[in-house]
C-alpha cells in the first residue's frame, strides 16, 4: 500500500511539471494571442507618460507596423506594477514579456493545483485522483497559461488562497487579504463575495473579511486611485466585456431586430442579479454544501450567464469541476479542450504564433467549426451548472466538516 500511494504521488508530480513544461515551451516558442500585444502596448503608454494615461486614453497595440483600434485599460490599478515588474525583468534578461507574463499563469497553475488538493482534503470532498490528475494536465490550462497571455490563471489562485486559508481555519483577515489580491489582477472574484460571506459564521469574521479584502485592493491602488478616483473606478468597474459569440449574447445577436443591443443594456446586471440569487439559493436550500462546492457553482453559473466573452475566462471554472463526478463534467471537460484548440489553430492560421484575432481579413479557416464548438462548450458548461444544482438538492455532495468557516479556529484569529 505505502509504495502504491507513493507511485501516485509520482505521477501527481510527473502530470504536475509536464503541464508546465509544456507551457514553459509555448511561453518561449509562440508569441500568443492579440492580449499579448496589448500588454505590450500598455507597458509603452506607461513607460512614456505614466499609468494613469493608460485608464485615461488607452493603448493601441500593433504588430508589423500595422496599428490597431485602441484598447482600453480595464484592470486594477495593481495590475500597473506588475506589468512594470514584467517590463523590468524583460529588459534586465532580455527575455520578453509576453514570456514572464505567460511564465507567471504556469507558475500560479502549480500553486492553484495544491491549493485545490488542500481544499478537498478540508473540505472532506472525494479526492478523485484520477480527476486530480486530469486537473493537473487540463488543456484549458495548458492553452490559456502557456499560450493565451492573460492574467486569469493568477486570479483564480489567488481566490483558491482565500478558500484555503477559510477552509483550514486560518484568519479571515489573511482569507480577505488573498481575495484583496485576486481583486486586485481582475476584479471577477467580487462575484464569489456574497457565498463566501454567507459560508463565513460570524459578524465579526464577515467584517473581518471584507475590511482586509477591501484594505489590500485599496493599498495596491495607491496612487493612482488618489490621483483620480472617478476615471480609475470608471475603467475597473465600468468595463463591459465584448458580447462574442458565446451564450445569451450571440442567441441575441442570432434573433432579429435590435436584440442584441438591448441585450447589452442588461446583461452584465443581469448575469450579477442570477449570480446573487444563485448565491441567496445556497445559503437558504443547500445549507449542508461546502465553501468550495458552492464557489463552483457560481463560477460555472457566471460563465454561463456572462454577457461577454473572452476564451481565457474559461480557466475562471478550471479548479472547480473536480467536485462532481466525471461522468457529470467529461463533456464540458472534453469540449472546453477542443474549442480552445480548434480556436487557436484557426486564428494563428495553422501557424501556432501568433493568435491575433484583431485581425479578420481574411477570415480564417475553421470559423465555423470555431462557432459550432462554442456553442457545445457553453451547453456543457449549462449541464455542469445543472449537476451541481441536483447535487446539492439530493444532498450527494457530501458536507463540509464539523467545525464550520467563522467559528472557533477563525473567530479565534480574528
Same mark, same amino acid.
Given at each position: ?10 505521477? $501527481?508530480?510527473?502530470?504536475? $511539471? ?13 508569441? *500568443? ?10 507597458l ?6 505614466g ?13 508589423? /507596423?500595422?496599428?490597431?483600434?485602441? +484598447? ?50 478540508? +473540505? ?20 490559456? &497559461? ?8 493568477? !486570479?483564480?489562485?489567488f481566490? !483558491? ?25 481582475k476584479? =471577477? ?8 460571506l454567507f ?8 467584517? /473581518? %473579511? ?10 495596491a &491602488?495607491?496612487?493612482y ?12 468597474f *465600468? ?10 449574447? +450571440? ?29 441567496f439559493?445556497?445559503? %437558504? ?10 464557489c ?6 457566471f ?6 466573452? /473572452? ?5 475562471w471554472?478550471?479548479?472547480?469541476? =473536480? ?5 457529470? =463534467?467529461g463533456? %464540458? ?40 464548438l +462554442?456553442a ?5 458548461? /449549462? ?8 447535487e ?20 479565534a484569529? &480574528?
Amino acid at each position: 500500500m505505502p509504495s502504491c500511494r507513493k507511485h501516485r504521488s509520482r505521477i $501527481f508530480v510527473l502530470g504536475c $511539471f509536464f503541464a508546465f513544461a509544456v507551457k514553459l515551451t509555448l511561453s518561449f516558442t509562440t508569441y *500568443g494571442t492579440n492580449d499579448v500585444l496589448t500588454w505590450e502596448a500598455d507597458l509603452r503608454k506607461i513607460q512614456s507618460e505614466g499609468g494613469l494615461a493608460l485608464y485615461r486614453d488607452g493603448a493601441a497595440p500593433s504588430w508589423q /507596423g500595422k496599428t490597431y483600434s485602441v +484598447e482600453p485599460f480595464n484592470h486594477p490599478p495593481f495590475m500597473i506594477y506588475l506589468i512594470r515588474t514584467w517590463g523590468k525583468a524583460s529588459a534586465v534578461s532580455s527575455v520578453p514579456l509576453r514570456v514572464w507574463l505567460r511564465a507567471s499563469g504556469a507558475v500560479a497553475d502549480l500553486a492553484m493545483f495544491l491549493l485545490v488538493c488542500g481544499i478537498l482534503k478540508a +473540505e472532506r470532498l472525494p479526492v478523485r485522483r484520477s480527476a486530480l490528475l486530469l486537473l493537473a494536465l487540463s488543456p484549458v490550462s495548458i492553452l490559456v &497559461s502557456g499560450f493565451h497571455g492573460n492574467t486569469d490563471p493568477i !486570479m483564480v489562485c489567488f481566490l !483558491m488562497l482565500s478558500i484555503y486559508f477559510l477552509d483550514t481555519g486560518r484568519s479571515v483577515w489573511l482569507a480577505g487579504a488573498a481575495l484583496g489580491m485576486a481583486m486586485n489582477i481582475k476584479v =471577477v472574484p467580487i462575484v464569489f463575495v456574497p457565498a463566501i460571506l454567507f459560508a463565513i459564521g460570524s459578524w465579526r469574521s464577515r467584517i /473581518g %473579511f471584507a475590511l482586509s479584502a477591501g484594505l489590500v485592493w485599496l493599498a495596491a &491602488s495607491f496612487p493612482y486611485l488618489v490621483q483620480d478616483p472617478a476615471l480609475v473606478i470608471r475603467g475597473v468597474f *465600468g468595463y463591459n466585456p465584448v458580447s462574442g459569440s458565446w451564450g445569451l449574447p +450571440e442567441i441575441a445577436y442570432l434573433l432579429p431586430g435590435e436584440t442584441l443591443d438591448r441585450y447589452r443594456l442588461i446583461g452584465r446586471p443581469l448575469a450579477l442579479s442570477v449570480v446573487l440569487l444563485a448565491s441567496f439559493w445556497l445559503h %437558504f436550500r443547500a445549507r449542508s454544501a461546502t465553501l468550495f462546492a458552492s464557489c463552483g457553482l457560481i463560477a460555472f453559473l457566471f460563465v454561463f450567464v456572462i454577457s461577454g466573452f /473572452g476564451p481565457q475566462y474559461l480557466s475562471w471554472i478550471v479548479p472547480w469541476w =473536480v467536485v462532481l463526478p466525471w461522468r457529470k =463534467v467529461g463533456w %464540458f471537460y472534453i469540449a472546453a479542450s477542443l474549442y480552445l484548440i480548434v480556436l487557436y489553430t484557426a486564428w494563428t492560421r495553422g501557424g501556432w504564433y501568433l493568435a491575433n484575432m484583431m485581425d479578420h481579413s481574411p477570415l480564417p479557416t475553421g470559423t465555423l467549426l470555431v462557432f459550432l464548438l +462554442e456553442a457545445a462548450c457553453w451547453i456543457s458548461v /449549462g449541464t455542469v451548472v445543472l449537476a451541481f444544482v441536483t447535487e446539492f438538492q439530493r444532498g450527494t455532495v457530501p458536507p463540509g466538516p464539523p467545525t464550520h468557516i467563522g467559528q472557533s479556529g477563525v473567530d479565534a484569529n &480574528s
